[in-house]
């Protein structure tokens, strides 16, 4: 059943863009992230800020609207009126984007249309129209394209909600568009779909849950709040990787600097990539997964001195070409992971006299007063020099 109306004018104006894109999740689903004000407010951040508040009544000539905020402070709102309503099939309403920047303008218009190809798949297209300037359609695609890869995660499992069930078709979708377009360029289609087939599972196998288990470092990538990827090392005893089953894995996350970067973007995105090097006999192994971040006593007794647990469900494990690879030789363990001389020793930097007035009491406690602030720059810079930090 559907509802219409009519938002016709004559001296409308006419620039319009279009973008598609594959989300795996039903299109019911897609559906309630596009029209429900408390998932709206999780992807649709035109102004590339947050969203402060969110409104919506879901009927024909009904009203939605957003009010946010840019990341320079600046205020924003975004209104409209619904104009036809599709259940699980297409929504077509107003436009009107009041804050400064190129995205103001006089009314548009935004219609979201559903195709399912699946039952956990469903294409994406939004067409905005009526567009008085070219300088502001092409700002709005680059909006809107944050904004679709923002809608990607909302249709995510939530970490309180089914986190440890891999997206149906994460494998048979492995590839895009884009993807598949470089591989018609260079002609390796055929090629790349073999490699899915063969080195792409939804688990680990022995061999591989022991490669994991020796590991002594991994590198992290997490999606923070503005649409950016951020790839983190992570470092500890051989091990500190812990493999709970075949499909599960636990990364413990120790004292840093503070600023909690991949623990703040897993709690707010639950996606994540890792990827494990071995670089004295080179092989590398590239895992994507879900996350859940645990500060629960069981989880950190399992992972000694650990301020944080972050819970991995395996959804995809890749074996990579280890071509590229470096040979490096490992000397040693860092001086700062559990079971070393210095594990729970703060750090020189925290030492640096312009962070002695911003320290958190458990490091200006662990430092004593006379530590804190007790070192200049230049001072900790010689420290490093000759590697005693």
Known sequence: MSATMSD???DAPRIAIALVRQLDAAAALVFDACTDPRRLARWLTPGAGEVRAASGDLRVGGRFSLEGCNPDGGAYAVSGEYLEIVPARRIVMTWHYAGAGPLGGPPSRVQIDLRPLGADVTELTLSHTRLDRQDAADRYRAAWAICLERLH???APRPEEAVFTPPLGAISNLYGARHRAFQETFETGDLANRLRSLSVTRELNPAQRVFVEGRDMVFVTSIDHRGFP???????????????????????IYDGN?????????????????????FETPHRLRLHGTAQVLRDAPSLARHPEAELVVAIAIAEVFVNCPRYVHRYR????????????R???VPAWKRID?????????????????????L???EYRALLRRGET
């Open 258 to 278: 503070g600023m909690y970067l991949t623990a703040g973007n897993l709690a707010a995105n639950a996606k994540l990539g890792l990827l494990f090097i071995d």
């Open 230 to 252: 951020t790839c983190s090392y992570k470092g500890g005893a051989p091990g500190f990787v812990r493999v709970v089953d075949p499909r599960r894995l636990e990364l413990p």
């Open 354 to 374: 312009v962070f002695g007035d911003v320290l958190p009491g458990r490091d200006r406690a662990a430092l004593g007063a006379d530590d804190v602030g007790s």
């Open 153 to 155: 995660w909302s249709t």
């Open 8 to 10: 016709d004018t004559s």
């Open 343 to 345: 594990a729970g020793a």
């Open 376 to 378: 200049t720059l230049d």
């Open 330 to 341: 490992r000397e040693a363990n860092s001086a700062f992971v559990p079971g070393q001389d």
